[in-house]
């Protein structure tokens, strides 16, 4: 309740500056209800009763991440609010860094984190790539579908579903897409150069995702006892 009251009152200072329209409001509050709801089933399913300091941090990245969606689904209608679409992104990038610090810091690191940081990193590039697709091509929506695309193969396939080790290089990754994606939103690269910057980040965000995959493979062709122990070390960390 706090999250989505707290994701209602930065859509009303945003309203108040920009104007924001029926559907901005929509897709705004329709977002931070989702990521709460999904946040308080995570907390249930986890057996925690209260968010820890960085969790809280990644709440109001989510929040900000709402109100981002919120002004790009406006600006299908109306004239682009890029400078507080920028704005906003970048706070949230900032806090990218903050949260996973604190996480560590306070000896908070939990699996529930993690995936939140997570999807709220894929909600972001989402909703840029959204934004970026009308300034350069459709072609940019593959940055913000390729998570989405994955946990629905995931579905049909059951073993893209196993966990993964750990890996630093996907955090440095998805800080790439976000960077990238904001930088472009700008209007300050020529267009040629945005849409090169653009496809170059999408190929490292493929070989992310292809390594991912590709491990998961080798797992289910090995015998189920050497599966097992690759589930466990994914559990456990990989260094």
């Known amino acids: 309740m706090v999250g989505v009251a707290g ?24 977002c931070a209800a989702a990521v709460n709801l999904l946040l308080a089933r995570g907390l249930r399913r986890s057996g925690t009763h209260r968010l820890q300091l960085p969790n809280r941090i990644t709440l109001a990245r989510a929040t900000l991440v709402a109100a981002v969606a919120a002004l790009v689904a406006d ?5 682009a609010h890029t400078a507080t679409v920028v704005a906003l992104a970048t706070v949230a990038l900032l ?44 072609w940019v929506l593959v940055m913000g579908l390729a998570r989405y695309a994955y946990l629905a193969a995931g579905q049909l396939w ?11 290089w996907r955090k440095v990754v998805a800080a790439i897409q976000g960077i990238v994606l904001t930088i ?8 040629p150069l945005g849409a090169a910057a653009v496809a170059a ?6 070989e ?8 998961l493979w ?10 097992i122990d690759r589930a466990r070390l994914a559990l456990v960390g990989n260094p």
Do not use: H
């Not at 972001?124 to 350069?136: D, P, T």
């Open 218 to 227: 080798c797992g289910t062709q090995v015998p189920t006892v050497r599966t």
């Open 95 to 138: 806090l990218d860094a903050v949260d996973g610090w604190a996480a560590r810091r306070t000896l908070a690191v939990t699996a529930l984190g993690a995936r939140f940081d997570m999807e709220v990193d894929a909600l972001l590039i989402l909703v840029l790539s959204g934004f970026v697709a009308r300034m350069l091509a459709p």
């Open 7 to 30: 994701a209602v009152g930065l859509l009303t200072m945003i309203a108040a500056l920009t104007g924001l329209g029926p559907v901005g409001w929509l897709v705004g509050s329709g």
């Open 208 to 215: 992310s995702f292809g390594r991912d995959v590709w491990w």
């Open 184 to 191: 472009t939103a700008t209007g300050v690269l020529p267009v």
């Open 75 to 79: 600006g299908m209608l109306r004239p």
């Open 201 to 206: 980040a999408t190929i490292l965000l493929a």
């Open 158 to 168: 059951p073993w893209l579903r196993c966990p993964v080790p750990p890996r630093y």
